[in-house]
């Protein structure tokens, strides 16, 4: 199985900051990496596949960076509505398909 | 407008088998490279995927859960459906099912999901 490692699992910000979270990957897995975003109580939304493609009506705030084994996720300014929690998942090797253990943005 | 809705009991007994049901609409679970999978999420724990149903009917389950899980999907009434035998109180989770789409380009990846069921497992 490939494993998806987060960092960092929690992490405190401002509204305005540049807030960067980071995916490994056990093993290549080229650029077929996916990011979520979940509220609570809320389903998670898509916000990024293939490491740096942006999901129709996402902001642009958002970016994906990568491949391999390593990723990034980007919010260049972050806004209150972006406080949540990220997933990162590989989208190519399967069974199984693995999310990571998610990175929870937290209001500073 | 593309919707998916779960469906099923909210309480099962140990050793009980859950049937969940995915209703989808705006899309057609005969498109070209699309499917639909199961994922949950225990409470307050991270996601953790359950297996998926392509449109060619090819099938893909959780390599730890495998023995338990069937998954299968009725393209005229336009819902899959999760079964999951022998649950267990470790199995209490919301159950989502979520859209594929274009898994070629894309990888497989869930662009729209359903609003998750809350299925408790205890006697």
Redesign the interface.
């Given at each position: 199985?490939i494993q998806m490692t987060q960092s960092p699992s929690s992490v405190s910000a401002s509204v305005g900051d540049r807030v960067t979270i980071t995916c490994r990957a056990s093993q290549p897995i080229s650029s077929?990496?996916?990011w979520?975003q979940q509220k609570p109580g809320k389903?998670?939304?898509?916000l990024i596949?293939?490491a740096s493609?942006l999901?129709s009506g996402v902001p642009s705030r958002f970016s994906g960076s990568g491949s391999g084994t390593d990723f990034t996720l980007t919010i260049s300014s972050l806004q209150p509505e972006d406080f949540a929690t990220y997933?990162c998942?590989q989208?190519?090797t399967?069974?199984?398909?693995?999310?990571?253990?998610?990175t929870k943005v937290e209001i500073k | 407008q593309v919707t998916l809705k779960e469906s099923g009991p909210v309480l099962v007994k140990p050793t009980e088998t859950l049937t969940l049901t995915c209703i989808v609409s705006g899309f057609s679970l005969s498109n070209a490279r699309m499917g639909v999978?199961w994922i949950r999420q225990p409470p307050g724990k991270?996601?953790?995927?359950l297996?998926?149903i392509f449109s060619n009917d090819e099938k893909?389950?959780?390599?730890?859960l495998?023995s338990r899980l069937t998954i299968s999907k009725d393209t005229s009434k336009s819902q899959v459906v999760l079964s999951m035998t022998n649950m267990d109180p470790v199995d209490t989770a919301t159950y989502?099912c979520?859209r594929i789409r274009d898994y070629m380009?894309?990888?497989?990846?869930?662009?729209y999901?359903?609003?998750?069921t809350l299925v408790t497992v205890s006697s």
């Amino acid at each position: 199985d490939i494993q998806m490692t987060q960092s960092p699992s929690s992490v405190s910000a401002s509204v305005g900051d540049r807030v960067t979270i980071t995916c490994r990957a056990s093993q290549p897995i080229s650029s077929w990496l996916a990011w979520y975003q979940q509220k609570p109580g809320k389903a998670p939304k898509l916000l990024i596949y293939a490491a740096s493609s942006l999901q129709s009506g996402v902001p642009s705030r958002f970016s994906g960076s990568g491949s391999g084994t390593d990723f990034t996720l980007t919010i260049s300014s972050l806004q209150p509505e972006d406080f949540a929690t990220y997933y990162c998942q590989q989208a190519n090797t399967f069974p199984p398909l693995t999310f990571g253990g998610g990175t929870k943005v937290e209001i500073k | 407008q593309v919707t998916l809705k779960e469906s099923g009991p909210v309480l099962v007994k140990p050793t009980e088998t859950l049937t969940l049901t995915c209703i989808v609409s705006g899309f057609s679970l005969s498109n070209a490279r699309m499917g639909v999978s199961w994922i949950r999420q225990p409470p307050g724990k991270a996601l953790e995927w359950l297996g998926h149903i392509f449109s060619n009917d090819e099938k893909s389950y959780s390599t730890s859960l495998k023995s338990r899980l069937t998954i299968s999907k009725d393209t005229s009434k336009s819902q899959v459906v999760l079964s999951m035998t022998n649950m267990d109180p470790v199995d209490t989770a919301t159950y989502y099912c979520a859209r594929i789409r274009d898994y070629m380009v894309r990888g497989v990846t869930f662009d729209y999901w359903g609003q998750g069921t809350l299925v408790t497992v205890s006697s």
